[in-house]
């Protein structure tokens, strides 16, 4: 048996386990050292070489990133500061019509930019935009879609945390994807928030009965004391990266402690919300530590293997077009992503794709984007749909099934794919801003 059908046959197990139920990190750690050793043939050599990988990975310096830009993003949602967000928002659009939903997507938009993590901006506006929806007139399916489609741009406007683990698998320069996802961030934001407009003008029952809610308009100092904290913060921390002034690590240090300082200025974080975003910051980092060594030591055995080179190989062969490979690809990913997580994807698959892509000379760095919000699409489809179950499990509500929801979050994903679409088709919307 050749190394190449070993690592096919370690490559479809493991795929196979993952669907049955098994941990992804266990899966490929598993199966990553069962195929280096029947390829050397020893199972010493084998774990010395996945030691290897797995110490290589968690001793990198930019490695780092992970734990600051993770602590900063609970430091942020501890200390209050998506009901800034959500009230500097709806100030804003709050007489246009269907005004509180394109307020939401506002507010995520502008959480995305200071925390990375969509399942907090689900949980956040679950509890804060979706009571209010619905307590002037919008119907619970269409709260509840708003918030679950708008809580994916966490993972696409910098910082995101998908963009930070593609950087490390892809071996690219994360400052660089955090300048990418900009403009698709917006497009998408823009795309939302236009939608919303349209269906209010068009399709008001789609809406329910809205009203402009009583509250809502700020003073100019009730404004600045709930915009400028997110605002110098979005500044500290992105600016210093585009500025050249921190590398991502120094300055997901920097917003971590920026967030410290302004949640104790505004005496939203006491001894135990410090206390719990510690813990919860040490269990997300140590989950995505563990992810990234099984990540890396599967890297290391598909080298090994030669399934990446000979995939390439095959894909020359049938002379298939980047166009072709790339809808393939894209096929993939929103169907994984009806029945796994986004980073268990990306870090099955993109490894397995960097090769051909880079046989194609593409720019890995529009390639990242792209793969990014192919995988959010996976978000809000059935049966997974992880923002969806946050939902749910958030707003604890017995009268809005999963099927509401689902169905309230149909139309933001269509609008993701047509967003995708756009950026395939136009790359320079990812990369007109990368130096």
């Known amino acids: 048996m050749t190394p190449f059908d070993i690592g096919l046959i370690a490559l479809v197990v493991l795929v196979l386990s993952v669907m049955s139920g098994l941990h992804v990190p266990v899966a490929l ?13 020893s199972p010493v050599l084998a774990a010395k070489l996945m030691a290897l990988a797995a110490s290589d990975t968690i001793a990198s310096y930019f490695f780092g990133v992970v734990p600051l830009f993770v602590l900063m993003g609970f ?24 005004g509180l939903g394109v307020g939401t997507v506002g507010a995520n938009a502008i959480f995305a930019a200071i925390t990375g993590i969509s399942i907090a901006s689900a949980a956040v506006f679950t509890k804060i935009a979706v009571p209010q929806m619905v307590r002037n007139g ?23 945390l998908l963009l930070i683990l593609y950087g490390i698998l892809a071996e690219q320069s994360i400052g660089d994807l955090f300048i990418a996802g900009i ?26 009965s809205p009203s402009v809610p ?26 210093g990266i585009y500025g050249g002034i921190f590398t991502p690590v120094e300055a997901g240090a920097m917003g971590a402690i920026g967030a ?3 949640g104790l200025i505004k005496r939203t974080l006491g001894l135990r919300a410090i206390g719990r975003v510690l813990i919860e910051t040490g269990l997300v980092t140590a989950s995505i530590c563990f992810l990234i060594i099984a990540a890396q030591m599967y890297s290391r055995m598909l080298s090994f293997s030669g399934l990446p080179a000979g995939f390439g190989n095959l894909v020359a062969g049938a002379e298939l077009g980047l166009m072709a490979v790339l809808i393939l690809y894209i096929a993939v990913l929103i169907a994984m992503g009806m029945i796994l997580d986004s980073s268990s994807i990306m870090l099955i698959l993109v490894p397995l794709m960097l090769p051909v892509m880079t046989g194609f000379g593409v720019d890995l760095v529009w390639f990242g984007i792209v793969t990014v919000i192919a995988v959010e699409i996976g978000l809000l489809t059935p049966p997974f749909g992880i923002s969806v179950y946050v939902i749910k499990s958030t707003l604890d509500d017995p009268t809005i099934s999963l099927g509401d929801i689902f169905i309230g979050a149909a139309p933001f994903a269509l609008a993701m794919l047509g967003v995708l679409i756009f950026v395939v088709t136009f790359p320079i919307v990812a990369t007109g801003l990368v130096p």
């Open 138 to 160: 919008y119907t619970p399916r269409f709260a509840t879609g708003v918030v679950a489609g708008s809580s994916v741009l966490g993972m696409l406007i910098p910082p995101s």
């Open 29 to 41: 750690m598993a199966f990553s050292f069962a195929g280096v050793w029947a390829i050397k043939g």
């Open 214 to 239: 009583d509250e809502g308009d700020l003073t100019r100092r009730e404004l600045l004391a709930k915009g400028l904290p997110i605002f110098t913060l979005i500044v500290l921390v992105l600016g």
């Open 183 to 208: 403009g698709p961030g917006l497009l998408l934001a823009s795309a939302f928030g236009l939608g919303i407009v349209a269906t209010a003008v068009f399709a008001p029952k789609a809406l329910g």
């Open 75 to 98: 430091l942020v949602s501890e200390s209050g500061m998506g009901r800034d967000a959500f009230d500097v928002a709806n100030h804003a659009f709050r007489r246009i019509k269907g």
């Open 260 to 262: 410290l300082l302004l």
